[in-house]
């Protein structure tokens, strides 16, 4: 991964420089430049800074969508273990209703999100195709709901009252 994240170069130049500069390199194999500037290091520094509260703010945003979306249409959770504790970096329901939300929201000015594309649909992977019926079949349930650590109470219910309002108003 070293290698890859430069370049596919052996050394980097804090290597060559261990003690007496020796400019030799090679490149091993094909790689990318995937490493961070100063400027990206210096603001994921900060960021650091802020994990511990955005992790629980936005565990509590989990917490009142799943408290407040509970028996609303056919919604379902992801499945989550009592003693995981999750970053919560989105928060994804399912339902049969998927894209009919999805265009509900939206018109509601509430951005939402799919997640989960099975990787064996795309492009690159069509030459080892193989049937999976669970994931062609759940991935079409999926939605991802907004979830941020700036993400005000006042937005949050305005997401959940939306939802609401999308399966007492739209009946099958």
Not at 109 to 131: A, W
Not at 133 to 150: C, G, V
């Amino acid at each position: 991964l070293i290698k890859m994240r430069w370049l596919g170069i052996t050394k980097d130049t804090f290597s060559r420089d261990m003690g007496q500069y020796s400019w030799y390199y090679d490149v091993a194999e094909l790689g990318y430049k995937c490493h961070m500037n100063d400027i990206i290091a210096a603001i994921g520094l900060v960021q650091l800074e802020k994990l511990e509260w955005m992790n629980n703010r936005r565990q509590e945003i989990t917490q009142i969508y799943n408290s407040e979306l509970q028996n609303t249409g056919d919604i379902e959770f992801i499945a989550r273990k009592t003693y995981q504790k999750i970053s919560a970096h989105n928060y994804v329901i399912k339902t049969s209703r998927r894209d009919e939300l999805n265009e509900y929201l939206k018109q509601k000015g509430i951005s939402t999100g799919v997640h989960y594309y099975p990787n064996h649909l795309y492009e690159m992977y069509k030459p080892y195709y193989r049937e999976c019926p669970i994931a062609e079949r759940e991935w079409k349930k999926l939605i991802t709901l907004p979830l941020f650590p700036d993400l005000s109470n006042e937005q949050i219910f305005y997401i959940i009252n939306n939802i609401r309002d999308f399966y007492r108003t739209k009946q099958l």
